[in-house]
Every structure is written in C-alpha cells, then in structure tokens.
Nanobody
C-alpha cells in the first residue's frame, strides 16, 4: 500500500500562484506514474498533469499548459504542482494519484492510489 498526502492548497487572488505538494509514504520504483487531478463542485474529476517517475516529457491538460508545472523530488518521494497565473476556473479540490507503469494515463480509473485532496480557491 502507498499513502499519498497532499498539501499547499489555499485561497489566492486571480493571477496568483500556489505550489501543491504530494508526499508518498514510500519510495516509488522507476515504473510508476504520478498525476494531479482536480474536481470542481458539481463536475467530474479531471486530469490536470502527469509525469512518469522515471522521467520523460510530462503531460498537461490544455487549459493549464504554460501555467502549471509538474515536477518530482525523488529524495523526498514528493511530487509538486506549481500553479501560476491562477484563474477562478481553477477553483477545485486537487488530488494526487499514482499508478504502476510509465504511461501517463488521463483516466482516473487507471490510478490505484489517491490522496485525500487539497482545496484550491481562486477569487476574482
């Protein structure tokens, strides 16, 4: 079992920045993929960004390209989501997820491990 714990959410004004962190309870092997999803009130949980633990190009939802950056710190078993240029439409609960394999899937059904979520609210 792997536990994922997110942190870093909060309330910021439009145009501001936040950095979300996701700490894993153990070291991932190189054949794992990490991702961030988000769920706004009344909407489906959607893919935001993903990256293979072994490296390679990350993947982003079109709406966040150029604004969000996913990165990892292997020594701390931690994945980050740097969010810049935040918009009110980014308001949601953000979840960290992990799945075995190096393919970055955008389907939430393919992820085995989930964090509890962290709330992000952007005011206009």
């Amino acid at each position: 079992q792997v536990q994922l714990v997110e942190s870093g959410g909060g309330l910021v004004q439009a145009g501001g920045s936040l950095r979300l962190s996701c700490a894993a309870s153990r070291t991932f092997s190189r054949k794992y993929t990490m991702a961030w999803f988000r769920q706004a009130p009344g909407k489906e949980r959607e893919f935001v960004a993903g990256a293979s633990w072994s490296g390679g190009s990350p993947s982003y939802q079109d709406d966040v390209k150029g604004r969000f950056t996913i990165s990892r710190e292997s020594a701390r078993n931690t994945v980050y989501l740097q969010m810049n240029g935040l918009k009110p439409g980014d308001t949601a609960d953000y979840y960290c997820a992990a799945r075995p394999g190096s393919r970055i899937s955008r389907s939430r059904d393919e992820y085995d491990y989930w964090g509890q979520g962290t709330q992000v609210t952007i005011s206009s």
